[in-house]
């Protein structure tokens, strides 16, 4: 397994480099300047915007441009923020702990409530609890976060007065009156993705499970005399699991583009609104760097699904 991680992340290089080309040329010709609002200002001089431009190289050829930005990405310098005036690499580590916080929660919330309704609602088969799982997984499949996140704010935030509806990241309280803060402003967010990345996955599970509980090697368990539970657990679950963990690891990475609108609402200082504020004022280095992380992540998480496929079935081999 070791070498065959190794060689994946071999050939993930040229992945990235491809990746790369593409995101540079297509940011690099697409409208807008950041120093636009320099040329319009006219307490500006023209040879100080000229002067910026030919230090972060705007006007040089498109390859020596990619070519420089490559090489400071290999040294760990990732640009410099035109509209925040600072490093692009602080920028996103200032921003990265909010958005891996309200994520992961989310992301945690759907599996606890996909993994045991999926699977449950496969095992009883059009059944009541299957009925109306599968009626609010369609449900909440089908409402869009920003119309789940405005609902939530106007019954909770508004109407009742219970939770705040802006994230702050900066809170001035410690100990226990810090948690129960934190918890209160993030109960919105994280449960408006984690239900709508829950229904998804509902769906996935219980169609995964009830494709392998019909196979005949599940028959026989059931008729050398295990007991429900262990079968189901044993023998179908763990195989229903492989084209689910492909699913996973592929939405791992598009819940942070996913949380682009819910981190809007709620205000939510994370990647998401840091992508949006760059793009409307033209930041490219931020809306690069950002984009090629999404890239780098979706190539990573593919690499942990073939690796967890090995653990899931044994029969798997690694060449």
């Not at 040229?14 to 307490?43: K, Q, R, W, Y």
């Not at 653990?311 to 690694?318: F, G, Q, T, V």
């Amino acid at each position: 397994m070791t070498t065959y991680a190794f060689r994946r992340l071999l050939i993930s290089i040229p992945a990235l480099l491809g990746i790369s080309v593409v995101l540079f040329t297509v940011l690099a010709l697409a409208p807008g300047d950041p120093f636009a609002e320099l040329a319009t200002n006219a307490n500006v001089p023209p040879e100080v915007a000229q002067r910026l431009r030919a230090q972060f190289g705007l006007d040089d050829p498109l390859p020596v441009r990619y070519v420089r930005w490559l090489a400071s990405m290999a040294r760990g310098d990732w640009g410099f923020s035109f509209q925040s005036r600072m490093d692009v690499g602080r920028l996103l580590l200032q921003r990265l702990p909010t958005s891996l916080f309200v994520l992961g929660s989310a992301y945690l919330l759907a599996l606890s409530l996909a993994l045991p309704v999926g699977i449950y609602s496969a095992v009883r088969p059009y059944s009541l609890f299957d009925q109306v799982a599968t009626t609010l997984a369609f449900v909440g499949f089908c409402l869009p976060t920003f119309f789940t996140g405005l609902l939530l704010i106007l019954v909770f935030s508004i109407r009742l007065e219970w939770l705040p509806f802006i994230y702050r990241a900066d809170l001035d309280t410690s100990g226990w009156r810090w948690l129960l803060e934190q918890a209160g402003q993030s109960i919105m967010p994280v449960t408006v993705l984690g239900l709508f990345q829950g229904a998804a996955l509902t769906r996935f599970v219980r169609a995964s499970v009830l494709d392998v509980i019909r196979l005949d090697y599940v028959n026989t368990a059931r008729a050398k005399g295990l007991s429900e539970t262990r079968t189901v657990l044993k023998h179908v679950v763990r195989n229903a699991l492989i084209p689910v963990v492909t699913v996973v690891a592929l939405q791992t990475p598009a819940i942070f583009t996913g949380a682009v609108v819910t981190e809007q609402i709620f205000r939510v200082p994370g990647i998401g609104s840091l992508l949006i504020s760059a793009i409307l004022s033209s930041d490219t280095p931020v809306v690069l760097a950002i984009t090629f992380v999404y890239s780098a992540l979706v190539v990573f998480f593919n690499l942990v699904a073939d690796l967890v496929y090995g653990w899931l079935d044994p029969r798997i081999a690694y060449r």
